[in-house]
């Protein structure tokens, strides 16, 4: 029995948790060759969860480890970032105000553990 298929069910991977989620999208070879897997991830996309946190208007911090990470630009793309776990979750309106980042219209940023560490200690404190 062969193990491919001409049709698969698109996966994408949360660039927040990493969870490999159905987007509910079929895929078809259009030659009808058996090319696909049962399951095929086709690149990064939030899972249900952080996409409705989104669009509530709040950012995910991401800790991740820069050293480990590939910067290109000054940046850490999500499919480069080596995270470290811990995930924070900021409405827009305040992160402008932590970071004076106005006008930043990403929905997730890559930290590194030191101000992770801030926001937990100053979590605990309220």
């Known amino acids: 029995m062969c193990d491919k298929s001409y049709v698969s069910i698109e996966q994408k991977i949360c660039p927040v948790c990493g969870v490999t989620h159905d987007t509910g999208t079929i895929l078809l070879d ?6 696909f897997q049962r399951n095929t991830v086709t690149g990064l996309g939030f899972c ?5 946190l989104c ?3 709040y950012i995910a911090l991401v800790e991740c480890d820069e050293k480990k990470s590939t910067v290109r630009n000054g940046t850490i793309a999500p499919e480069d ?6 995930i924070a979750h900021v409405k827009r309106e305040v992160f402008y105000e932590l970071f004076d980042k106005k006008g930043c219209d990403s929905p997730i940023m890559f930290v590194d553990s030191e101000l992770m560490d801030k926001l937990e200690n100053n ?3 309220n």
Do not use: S
């Open 123 to 125: 979590n605990k404190e």
């Open 30 to 35: 259009r030659r009808l060759k058996n090319t």
């Open 55 to 57: 669009d509530d208007g």
């Open 81 to 86: 970032a080596y995270r470290l776990g811990r």
């Open 48 to 52: 249900p969860e952080h996409q409705k």
